[in-house]
């Protein structure tokens, strides 16, 4: 049988306070199921998290700075429609982000993401809409992408 000093308690349990106060997951602690566009728009949701939606529609976001064919426009990348709710919430794809992905390459990187299943990570931001409040994530690292994948 094993004995632990009062040092190495008094240490563990110190260690765990620590990793409470400062926000750390406990060890062995489940990860946190990501969020949906429809729970974002319930919930109205503002904050640090992360969402997984399949993705629906995939757009270039037009801007008037030039462009070479080495860059990439920013992306606009919506969930599936399942209903009013998830059509509120988008991500915004910086046009650097995107640039990097065609330098890794991937040649149109607006038809990357099409179809697949996303998982990211962010700041969602509420802003006023035409027909009410939407929700912004804005991707300006390929950090914040968890998941990239087929249904």
Not at 112 to 117: P, Q
Request: proline letters at 6%; charged letters at 25%.
């Amino acid at each position: 049988m094993s004995s632990v000093t009062r040092r190495e308690v008094v240490g563990l349990v110190s260690a765990g306070v620590v990793a409470a106060v400062a926000g750390l997951p406990a060890a062995g602690a489940a990860e946190e199921k990501p969020l949906t566009p429809a729970a974002i728009v319930e919930k109205k949701f503002e904050g640090q998290a992360t969402v997984e939606f399949p993705v629906g529609e995939v757009s270039l976001m037009l801007t008037s700075r030039a462009t070479s064919t080495e860059e990439s426009e920013p992306l606009h990348i919506a969930p599936k429609a399942e209903g009013k709710k998830t059509g509120q919430v988008y991500l915004l794809v910086s046009w650097e982000t995107a640039t990097r992905l065609k330098r890794l390459g991937i040649e149109n990187p607006a038809e990357h993401f099409r179809g697949k299943v996303v998982r990211v990570s962010g700041t969602v931001e509420r802003l006023a809409g035409r027909s009410g409040p939407e929700y912004r994530i804005q991707v300006t690292t390929l950090d914040q992408f968890e998941v990239i994948r087929k249904p």
